[in-house]
């Protein structure tokens, strides 16, 4: 698996979002948070949160109008993560405040998903 099979933050997503069976993505009606990668150039990335809480955080400034919603964890496992793979979009893990966290492929969420079954 990847560099972030140690990362505490990716691991408290994976744990959280195992535990609360869903995961918290941002939207404004049917537009939903992506922004550039800080690490890969030419790469989109869709943060998501294992609580809504810490989404929430985020919900100011430029992104004021965005609101947490939830997403099912077979939901986003069985669609999301796929669709997400074959457009080439990182996920963004349990960012922080100032926007810093793991940005990792999705099948390398849905492998350490699996593994935590």
């Not at 505490?8 to 609360?20: C, G, S, Y």
């Amino acid at each position: 698996m990847s560099e972030y099979i140690n990362d505490p933050v990716f691991q408290e997503f994976i744990a959280e979002a195992r535990t609360q069976g869903q995961v918290w993505v941002l939207a404004h009606g049917e537009d939903l948070l992506v922004v550039e990668s800080v690490d890969f150039e030419d790469t989109d990335v869709m943060p998501f949160w294992s609580n809504e809480a810490a989404a929430k955080l985020h919900c100011s400034e430029e992104w004021s109008e965005y609101k947490p919603e939830p997403i099912a964890l077979d939901v986003f496992c069985e669609g999301w993560l796929k669709e997400m793979y074959e457009d080439g979009v990182l996920i963004g893990t349990n960012w922080d405040e100032s926007l810093n966290g793991p940005e990792v492929e999705p099948r390398e969420v849905l492998e350490a998903l699996a593994q935590t079954q």
